[in-house]
Structure formats: C-alpha cells, structure tokens
C-alpha cells in the first residue's frame, strides 16, 4: 500500500463525511426540537456526570432520578433541580416513564433496572461498565431490548470517542491498507471492569468477533478467585476475520512498560490507540521507525458542551458523544458507538480468557455454550462506593453548586 499525504488528507475528509451525523450536527437544530425525557438510576460519582450532561444538551431534559442512598438522592435532587426522586427504578417507573433511561448503578443492579425499563416501554436504556457478571444476565438484557424494540447503548467507554470512530471508519475503508497484525497491550489488572475499554476497541478496529480464546493467567492466587481483580493474562485470540491477536499482559519481557491499548498495522500503517485519539502512523523514516502524521480528526461539534462541565474535561469527549450517539440511535436509529450488545461481548472474551487459563490454557471456542459462567468485577464496581467503604460524600455529590 502506498498512501502519500495527499491522498490521506482527501480520504480521511470523504470518510469523515460518512460518519454519524454526531460530529457535524448544528447545536441550533438541536434547539428546536422535541426534549427527550431522562431519567438516572444511580446517582453516584459516575450518574452525576451522566446527568451533568443530559443537562446541559439541547435535546435532554432530567425529569427523574432514582437513588438508592437517601442522603445523596436528596443532595442530586436539589442539585439538579429535579423533584421527581424515587429509591429505585420500580418506584421511579410506578411514576414515571422517561423516554431514556441511564443506569449506571453499580453493576450488580444493573440487570433489575434496564429490564424494568425496556419493559416499562422507555424507548432507550444504556448502562455502564461492566454490564453483569453472569453471561446469562447480559443476554437477558440484550435480548429484551430487542425484543421491545428499545435502544441499548454501553455508557462512558472510549470505542464512542468519535477520533476512535473516525479511525475505525478508516480502517474498515481499506486507507491504511490490509491489516497485517493486531495486538491488545496492558491487559491485565481487571480484564473485564477495565478490560472492556480494549476488547470493545479491538472488536470495532478488527470488524470482528473473537471466535477463539488462548490464554495464560497469573498471579495463581488471582485466577483462583471469582472476580478479575489483579488477573494479568497474555492470549491470543483467533478473530472471525483478519489476523489473529496477540493480547500483552501487564508484564512485558524487554522491561519497558508498553503503556496499554490496541494496536492494528499493516505493510504502511499504524493505527494506536492508546486511551486517548488514536495516533496514526504512516511509512517509514530513515531509520525504519514508523512516522507518526498528524490524523487531522474531524473536529467534535459538541465540544462546547464538555467545555460548559469544568468537572468533565478529564473523561475527554466520549462520554458526551456516547451519549449523542445513544440520543441519535434513538432519533435515526443509527448505529450506537457503544452497544450493551458490546459490553456483552466484552464480558464474554473476559470470561473465556480466564477460563482458557484456568483450564491449563485450553483452546475455548466462542460463543460459550455455558450461559452460567460469571466473572464478578473489583467488589467497588460490583456493589458500589457505599458498600466498599469508598463512599462519595455528600459535599462531592453536591458538586460545589449548592
Ligand atoms: N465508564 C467509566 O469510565 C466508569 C467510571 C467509573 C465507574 N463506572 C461504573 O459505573 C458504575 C457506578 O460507579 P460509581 O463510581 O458511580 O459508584 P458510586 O458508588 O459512586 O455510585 C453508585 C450509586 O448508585 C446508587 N445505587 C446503588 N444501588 C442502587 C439501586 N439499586 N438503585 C438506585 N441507585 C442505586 C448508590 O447509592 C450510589 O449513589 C459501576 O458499575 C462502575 O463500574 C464506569
């Protein structure tokens, strides 16, 4: 493949064109149209800044939340001028029935809330990381929202960050050439609570699912356990298409760290994705490294409503187009950036991997048979701050508004 600079720049323009509408819309059409009607389940650290932006978007309007911790449903209330509040999603439903709901309670309640939700009629629902720990949860949530024709969006992951769209797009196109290798890096430390962030990049840069999983786990003590706290795991993973992936644990032989992501190369290219926009390198110096070029990333049109949220600048951009996107599937019924359909896939390599290693690194065919297989996160995100002694308090959660 031979891509010059010119070439790149007018591609990666045609491209962009055909993204989602997300990053070209004009905040002004946004204005005028109909609000959608929000609600939040769980109001914690990461439901306040789910709410933070439902409130700031043209489009949204927060009229409910339902929080579990009386003290703090009272201190989000007031905070955000939000008078519907209830303990939980049934009461919220009793009452009320947004248009779109986010839960992003711990993720032991999860399941409860977004199939109350589907079956409550809302027309979108989206979670967070990670969906459940039992596959068959994940399918059941999946598969209701499909079954009532309801929109299931993933939450605050960085596949929905639009300069990772906008390099996925690039790669599906056939610019950076016939992918020759592709590697996950860093994956280790919780494969599934964090773990998701690389396996949902990996299966939107490869444009595949893993069909196959080999891996080797340690430290012994943590593949002993029931949840993915601490699990360093080196695999490799046989994708329906393309090359097959190697996946670097948190170890690395030549002592250098190699910082954690997805990487995907061809004969010309490189594309990295390293948490954050992805870097692109194309062709080589004059001593045979990789030259990294400036991508030239469409710009995001809703920055501005990252730069009204001081509290949100350090999540970058992707849990606003998250969001956008979820909004948008629901308008258009485009495609989501980041699915629950995602989070379940994640959830599922994550599963394999462990057992694959738990097994004495046996060869583990996806989809897994067994819809019984589990795999808790850290207890913080199983069960939350208030039941991990990392409470948020209550001066945090007012959020230095009131
Ligand atoms: N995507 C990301 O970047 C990211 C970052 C942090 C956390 N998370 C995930 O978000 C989820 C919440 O994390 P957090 O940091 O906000 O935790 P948190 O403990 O700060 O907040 C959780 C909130 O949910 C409430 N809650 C618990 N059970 C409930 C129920 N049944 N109904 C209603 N409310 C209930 C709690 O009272 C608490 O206020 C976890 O699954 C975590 O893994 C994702």
Redesign the pocket.
């Known amino acids: 493949m031979n891509v010059n600079r010119r070439k790149f720049l007018t591609q990666s323009v045609t491209i962009s064109a055909g993204l989602a509408s997300l990053s070209t819309q004009h905040l002004s059409q946004e204005r005028s149209s109909t609000k959608y009607r929000v609600g939040i389940?769980?109001?914690?650290?990461?439901?306040q800044h789910f709410a933070d932006v439902y409130q700031a978007l043209p489009d949204t309007e927060l009229v409910a939340i339902?929080?579990?911790?009386s003290e703090?449903r009272k201190v989000v209330g007031k905070r955000y001028g939000v008078k519907a509040l209830y303990k939980?999603?049934n009461a919220m439903l009793k009452e009320v029935v947004p248009d779109l709901v986010a839960v992003?309670?711990?993720?032991k309640?999860m399941k409860e809330?977004v199939i109350a939700s589907a079956e409550a009629g809302v027309k979108g629902v989206s979670t967070?990381?990670?969906i459940a720990a039992t596959l068959a949860d994940a399918d059941a949530m999946v598969a209701i929202c499909e079954k009532r024709g309801v929109v299931f969006s993933g939450?605050?992951?960085q596949r929905a960050m639009p300069e990772v769209q906008e390099a996925a797009e690039r790669l599906k196109s056939g610019q950076y050439g016939s992918p020759e290798g592709i590697a996950i890096h860093g994956f280790g430390g919780e494969i599934s609570?964090g773990g998701c962030q690389h396996l949902s990049v990996l299966r939107l840069f490869s444009g595949s699912e893993v069909e196959e999983v080999l891996a080797w786990a340690g430290p012994p003590e943590a593949l002993k356990k029931n949840d993915d706290k601490g699990l360093n795991v080196n695999a490799l993973f046989n994708l329906s298409r393309g090359p097959d992936c190697q996946v670097f644990g948190l170890t690395q032989p030549y002592g250098q760290k190699q910082p954690s992501g997805v990487d995907v190369w061809s004969k010309d290219a490189l594309v990295r994705w390293r948490w954050k926009s992805p870097e692109i390198y194309l062709g080589f110096n004059a001593s045979g490294e990789r030259k990294q070029i400036n991508p030239s990333y469409r710009p995001f049109a809703w920055r501005s409503i990252i730069d009204e949220i001081p509290s949100l600048r350090k999540t970058n951009n992707y849990l606003v187009s998250s969001i956008r996107s979820f909004i948008d599937a629901v308008k258009t019924k485009s495609e989501l950036w980041i699915s629950g359909h995602d989070l379940r896939q994640a959830l599922e390599i994550a599963i394999a991997c462990k057992l694959s290693a738990q097994l004495g690194n046996r060869s583990i065919k996806l989809p897994l048979e067994d819809r019984s297989l589990t795999l808790y996160?850290r207890p913080y995100?199983w069960l939350?701050?208030?039941e991990t002694d990392r409470p948020?308090s209550l001066e945090d959660a007012k959020g230095g508004e009131i």
């Not at 389940?41 to 439901?47: A, H, I, L």
């Not at 339902?66 to 911790?69: H, I, K, R, T």
């Not at 992003?104 to 993720?107: D, E, F, G, R, V």
Request: charged residues 25%.
């Open positions: 389940v769980g109001c914690g650290r990461m439901g339902a929080e579990w911790n703090r939980d999603v992003i309670t711990p993720s309640f809330a967070d990381k990670p939450g605050n992951l609570g996160p995100r939350g701050g208030d948020q």
